[in-house]
């Protein structure tokens, strides 16, 4: 199994809050990733990491921002959520670019 | 055009037949594959990885054809359990690129 962990698992809050969602994993993994994923769709790329101090956006677009200081921590922020933002978000890692992804849970958004 | 196209299904398949679905992937150059499994609001797990002709993980058989450019996936023996969204993925241009999923819903 995968040791790589997302909180919180579900969170409902005000719109225009400022939020920050954890993704940590203890694998030593230089690639990390965030995906925005709708019920029943697909999954979007919206942030990477290939190592720390290196993010970059994904394929689609996000208002959320990323920070890597730590190899093994990269949490995803929303200055001021909006309901628009209500959504599942899944952190994955990897070892190289080429190879298979581990997900976290995931957390589940929902902005009122 | 997608980097990975996938028929979204549902495939709705009797318990203990045999089904298979194909995945497209745009780049020549890819290198690496992979099936995951995705059930209803969960999050993606790995099924097999894909590498040179194919691979065989039990009741689950992925193919690779390079020269048309797509993989397979066939499930034998089908369980209730295995229903669920089957995502195929392909590297492209240093990225995983994920397809859109196929359902597949196995049925009593």
């Known amino acids: 199994e995968a040791d790589i962990y997302q909180t919180p698992r579900y969170l409902v809050i005000g719109t225009g809050k400022k939020i920050t969602l954890e993704c940590s994993q203890t694998?030593?993994?230089?690639?990390m990733y965030w995906y925005q994923q709708d019920p029943g769709m697909e999954l979007h790329l919206i942030h990477y990491?290939?190592?720390?101090?290196?993010?970059e956006k994904g394929d689609l677009s996000s208002e959320s921002t990323v920070s890597r200081i730590r190899t093994e921590h990269f949490p995803l922020t929303l200055e001021s959520a909006r309901p628009s933002h209500t959504s599942q978000y899944l952190c994955?890692?990897?070892?190289?670019?080429?190879?298979?992804?581990?997900f976290g849970d995931g957390t589940r958004l929902s902005i009122l | 055009r997608k980097e990975v196209e996938q028929d979204p299904g549902p495939f709705n398949v009797p318990e203990g037949a045999t089904v298979a679905f194909n995945c497209t992937y745009s780049?020549?150059?890819?290198?690496?594959f992979f099936w995951y499994r995705q059930d209803c609001r969960k999050e993606p797990k790995l099924l097999m990885s894909?590498?040179?002709s194919g691979n065989e993980d039990g009741r689950f058989t992925a193919q690779l054809n390079r020269a048309s450019q797509y993989i397979s996936l066939l499930i034998r023996d089908s369980k209730l359990s295995d229903s669920a969204t089957y995502l195929c993925?392909?590297?492209?241009?240093?990225?995983?690129?994920f397809g859109a999923g196929t359902q597949v819903v196995v049925t009593p």
């Open positions: 994955a890692s990897s070892r190289d670019v080429d190879q298979p992804q581990h």
């Open positions: 694998m030593g993994h230089d690639k």
């Open positions: 990491s290939y190592g720390v101090n290196s993010t």
């Open positions: 780049n020549s150059a890819s290198q690496s």
């Open positions: 894909v590498y040179s």
């Open positions: 993925v392909s590297d492209s241009w240093g990225k995983l690129q």
